[in-house]
């Protein structure tokens, strides 16, 4: 009875209350709760991971450390607007930087994001940090980058967008020293504010790496796991090698990969696409083992269209034609400009575009040349990849007076005699 009096007691001083004092909300969180949640850093860090590599991971961990974001975001391009399709397709890129992620501590803070992928098309980055502003409305977003790509940041669609809503967050890449970019072109900025991550970070090219891929050369600044997958999902050109070498002698194999990569070398510093290049390089002599008398009975049944002089003064020339079709027939080409650069290579054609100039020169130049010219011409194209053509034309053209083998093609406007020894 007792218990039921107190009962109903409080039950009356608490409808009393409620009569007289307005209803107050409950505070079950602080009132800045989601907005202390909000203000923390974010990092984006964007790029095409083409392959994902140990300088990548270096420049994470520093950002980690030194910024202590809540979250940092590391997005693949679908396309770079600067590069060409990259030759391994997004899906195969971003599972491969998941891998590298691995060795980025505290992994938890680090993600890998399909943004961009997810819209299949080239973004921009001020498309992407506006995403995650949207996502961390009151958040201050880093965006990181090596020093190398900051001296090509007046090129960026949009700076100021960019700039207005991130702060560019630098790491130095030995080889790229800082500048002063006060000069660079375009009035939308005179002036690249950053911030200067601590440290420099080792000089690794994706570039050179993706080169080195393409023509089997390994290398310790790609992850262990990485490696592994590349190898499972036979990427960067990993099986049509294998065919490759079935085809070929020992020889002629390690010739193709030694024009692959003087061809992707050149391309680069060229204006070209260095895996387009690094294609045509090894596949350009598919066919140049066949013989004599097959490829006379392929160009036949195949119904290469090949000039007069190829099928009389000199068959092996063929060569060049018929591995411009086993690349398109077998190994599934279908770049017009790679297979015209494979079967320009040894002949030679009037107005030859980049590609076919580079093919042509890298083949004759290549590493594994043992004539002395080789190298001269190899760093000759390296400076001026017109100068380096001629050169090599006057070299068959010596080479092919004292074989006197005549052949027919033109180049660079003139009667070229070229040769079908075994040496060119």
């Known amino acids: 009875m007792v218990q039921r009096l107190g009962i109903r007691k ?8 409620l009569n007289r004092e307005p209803l107050k909300p409950l505070n079950r969180e602080p009132d800045n709760f989601f907005m202390e949640q909000a203000k923390d850093d974010i990092i984006i860090y964007g790029g095409s991971f083409d392959p994902p590599h140990k300088g990548h991971t270096a420049l994470l ?38 891998l590298s992620l691995g060795a980025v501590r505290p992994i938890r803070t680090t993600r890998a994001s399909r943004f961009e992928g997810q819209k299949k098309r080239v973004t921009y980055t001020f498309e992407t940090i506006k995403h995650f502003r949207r996502l961390h409305p009151g958040a201050k977003i880093y965006f990181l980058l090596g020093s190398d790509c900051l001296a090509g940041f007046w090129r960026w669609k949009n700076r100021r967008g ?20 006060s000069n660079l072109p375009g009035s939308a900025v005179r002036r690249v504010p950053f911030r200067r991550l601590k440290g420099f970070f080792p000089e690794i090219s994706s570039t050179s790496l993706r080169v080195g891929l393409l023509t089997g050369v390994d290398s310790r600044f790609i992850a262990a796991p990485v490696k592994r997958y590349i190898r499972q999902k036979k990427l960067y050109f990993s099986k049509e090698r294998r065919f490759l070498k079935q085809l070929l002698t020992p020889a002629r194999y390690v010739h193709s990969l030694s024009v692959a990569r003087l061809a992707a070398e050149l391309a680069a510093l060229h204006g070209e696409s260095p895996q387009r290049a690094a294609l045509a390089g090894l596949l350009h002599d598919a066919a140049r083992d066949f013989g004599e008398v097959r490829l006379m009975r ?71 040349r ?22 090599a034309n006057y070299v068959k053209l010596k080479y092919a007076a004292k074989r006197q083998a005549v052949v ?8 070229l005699q070229a040769t079908g020894s075994d040496s060119m």
């Open 61 to 98: 961990c520093a950002a980690l450390r030194e910024i202590k974001p809540r979250r940092i975001y590391v997005v693949p391009a679908f396309q770079s607007p600067f590069k060409d399709a990259a030759p391994v397709s997004f899906l195969n890129r971003f599972n491969m930087l998941k």
């Open 408 to 415: 027919g093609g033109k180049s660079s406007g003139r009667r």
């Open 10 to 17: 409080h039950k009356n001083i608490l409808k009393t209350t």
């Open 370 to 391: 043992k004539f002395s010219q080789a190298k001269k011409i190899a760093r000759l194209a390296r400076r001026d990849l017109d100068e380096a053509f001629l050169a």
């Open 162 to 181: 960019i700039l207005k809503n991130a702060v560019l967050l630098v790491g130095a890449r030995r080889g790229f020293p800082f500048k002063n970019y």
């Open 298 to 368: 392929y160009a036949v049944s195949k119904k290469l269209k090949i000039p007069c002089f190829a099928r009389t003064a000199a068959p092996i020339l063929l060569h060049s034609y018929a591995s411009a079709e086993v690349a398109r027939g077998r190994f599934g080409v279908r770049d017009k400009t790679v297979l015209r650069a494979i079967a320009l290579h040894t002949s030679g054609a009037a107005r030859m575009d980049t590609l076919s100039k580079i093919i042509y020169v890298a083949d004759l130049a290549s590493e594994d």
